[in-house]
T-cell receptor, first 112, second 116 residues
């Protein structure tokens, strides 16, 4: 079974703080993704990575950056957290068969 | 433009009954894949079922089946014999080869509630 883990289930940060969300996979998958989920908007892609040190912007990259120094780890960085970044953040990897994505448990981030 | 539309924000179904969750999609790419995910209140997204655009048969996985109507661009999820544990958000998603990536486009979801 594919296993994707995220560093925290719940996180509370203050406006202006630098925030790191980490995602780790236990398989050798190349493609990893970060989404945010907001009520009524579904999932929106922030960034994705198809290899170590490779990254591409998704649909809503503003205010975020990413890091992938090792294949198994993909980090999402909020350089200066703002209240409009309060959301559920989901990490995913792409499977090998039909590119179905497997998700981590999610991090519910609150910025106050 | 590539888009997934789920027009039912919420659905109710009685236990043991079947329910259909609607999904329509828009793409000009002849090759694409359609997915359904379940998100219980715990928050984790669970992959349920996949349908490829060239697949001749409708996909089935246990109690889940995908009613794929290519001409109508619809990919409805049918859950047979609903159970209380089926109460969750359900998301339809699409992948196309046009962008040459594994990106998925998601709909806004349907909240299903199963009552006894």
């Amino acid at each position: 079974d594919v296993k994707v883990t995220q560093s925290s289930r719940y996180l509370v940060k203050r406006t202006g703080e630098k925030v790191f969300l980490e995602c780790v996979q236990d398989m050798d998958h190349e493609n990893m993704f970060w989404y945010r989920q907001d009520p009524g908007l579904g999932l929106r892609l922030i960034y994705f990575s198809y290899d170590v040190k490779m990254k591409e912007k998704g649909d809503i990259p503003e205010g975020y950056s990413v890091s992938r120094e090792k294949k198994e780890r993909f980090s999402l960085i909020l350089e200066s957290a703002s209240t409009n970044q309060t959301s559920m953040y989901l990490c995913a990897i792409a499977g090998d068969l039909n590119y179905e994505q497997y998700f981590g448990p999610g991090t519910r981030l609150t910025v106050t | 433009a590539q888009k997934i539309t789920q027009t039912q924000p919420g659905m109710f179904v009685q236990e043991k009954e079947a329910v259909t969750l609607d999904c329509t999609y828009d793409t000009s790419d002849p090759s694409y894949g359609l997915f359904w995910y379940k998100q219980p209140s715990s928050g984790e997204m669970i992959f349920l079922i996949y349908q490829g655009s060239y697949d001749q048969q409708n996909a089935t996985e246990g109690r889940y089946s995908l009613n794929f109507q290519k001409a109508r661009k619809s990919a409805n999820l049918v859950i047979s014999a609903s159970q209380l544990g089926d109460s969750a958000m359900y998301f339809c998603a699409m992948r196309t080869t046009k962008t040459n990536t594994d990106k998925l486009i998601f709909g806004t979801g349907t909240r299903l509630q199963v009552f006894p």
